[in-house]
């Protein structure tokens, strides 16, 4: 069946990077395409980012663009999510998407 393992995420300042991991198994791989959505406490889930099977397309939500990357590494079955000048707002549990299949989160602080 399918899995997606996230990992990558922790606690940074405000102004600092991480990048996200989302570790796919289970399906072809370069037939999907990849979201990556989050979730801060109280509020509802959000997309933030997607990208196509072949990583051609990829778009951003208003409030990540400039700051955000999405990629995928087709020989890895990965999809990535570089996070730059992250801010106290981006603190959420961040979710990978595919084939209609949640992975289990990777939790993301930003706080000084």
């Known amino acids: 069946q399918v899995q997606l393992v996230e990992s990558g995420g922790g606690w940074v300042q405000p102004g600092g990077s991480l990048r996200l991991s989302c570790a796919a198994s289970?399906?072809?791989?370069?037939?999907?395409?990849m979201n990556w959505y989050r979730q801060a406490p109280g509020k509802e889930r959000e997309l933030v980012a997607t990208i196509t099977n072949i990583g051609d397309i990829r778009t951003y939500a208003d409030s990540v663009k400039g700051r955000f990357t999405v990629s995928k590494d087709n020989t890895k079955n990965t999809v990535y999510l570089e996070m730059n000048m992250l801010k106290p707002e981006d603190t959420a549990v961040y979710y990978c998407?595919?084939?209609?299949?949640w992975g289990q989160g990777t939790q993301v602080i930003v706080s000084s």
């Open positions: 998407y595919a084939k209609r299949s």
């Open positions: 289970g399906y072809t791989f370069t037939d999907y395409g």
